[in-house]
Each structure stands twice: as structure tokens, then as C-alpha cells.
């Protein structure tokens, strides 16, 4: 699976500089499975998603980054791009990236699917461990 990346404002708000990368790439080998997995319900559902995931900048402030992710279908009719739309409450004068250290297990706070007309898993991720 590859999801790409683009936006210099989603780059701004996630305080990571990540336009034309792959999703995947940039995660550590531990949660690459697990968000895989969840990804592919979202998918073959299909249904939407909402993450909450808590930032820590290099200045030291601390906020919490909020993302919906819904599936888009191609000309057939097949869901296979990823609409995200995150909003992150970072304070307007930190001008810092993301402290890259603090991604991990205790930095996601919640990650669950919508239902969006076509039900929705009960599947969910709790600090990386996924549950059916």
C-alpha cells in the first residue's frame, strides 16, 4: 500500500516534512502492520476513519493533531485514493517540526472508523495493538 503525501499546510500543522513521501516509509517496522491492517478496512469496507494523535514540538509545546480519512473511488467505482483532512491546534508562533521522538504507541490517542453508509468495523487500534 502506498499513500502519499501533499500540502505544505499539512506539513505546517503535523510539524513534519513530509510532502511526496510514503506513509509507510516513514513509520517505525513495529506499526507498519497494525496501520496496514487498519487501512485496509477502511478500504474494503468501505468506511471513513478519525485519529487523534499528540505532538510534542522541538520548542517544547505540546497539542493534539485530529485527522479524518475518508476512501475516494476511481472512474470504476473502486475506493483507492485516502482524503485526510487534520487539523492541529499548534501554536501559531512555534515555527519548530515535530519532535521525532515522541512518535510512538503513547502518542496516539484514539483511532476508530465512521460509519459513512456502509457500516463500519468494530476494529480499532489502542496503543498499536489492534483489536477485532
Known amino acids: ?14 510539524g513534519l516534512k513530509v510532502t511526496g513521501m510514503n506513509y509507510y516509509d516513514l513509520l517505525p517496522e513495529v506499526f507498519r502492520s497494525p496501520l496496514m491492517k487498519f487501512h485496509h478496512l477502511l478500504f474494503s469496507t468501505p468506511c471513513g476513519a478519525y485519529i487523534a494523535d499528540f505532538v510534542k514540538t522541538e520548542a517544547g509545546n505540546q497539542y493534539l493533531y485530529e485527522s479524518l480519512q475518508f476512501p475516494l473511488t476511481d472512474d470504476k467505482g473502486t475506493p483507492t485514493y485516502l482524503l485526510l483532512y487534520g487539523l492541529g491546534r499548534k501554536p501559531f508562533t512555534d515555527k519548530t517540526d515535530r519532535n521525532i521522538e515522541g512518535i510512538g504507541r503513547r502518542a496516539i490517542k484514539e483511532m476508530h472508523y465512521l460509519d459513512i453508509g456502509a457500516g463500519a468495523p468494530s476494529a480499532r487500534i489502542e496503543d498499536f495493538i489492534f483489536y477485532r
Open 1 to 14: 500500500m502506498e499513500v502519499l503525501y501533499y500540502g505544505s499546510v499539512l506539513e505546517q500543522v503535523s
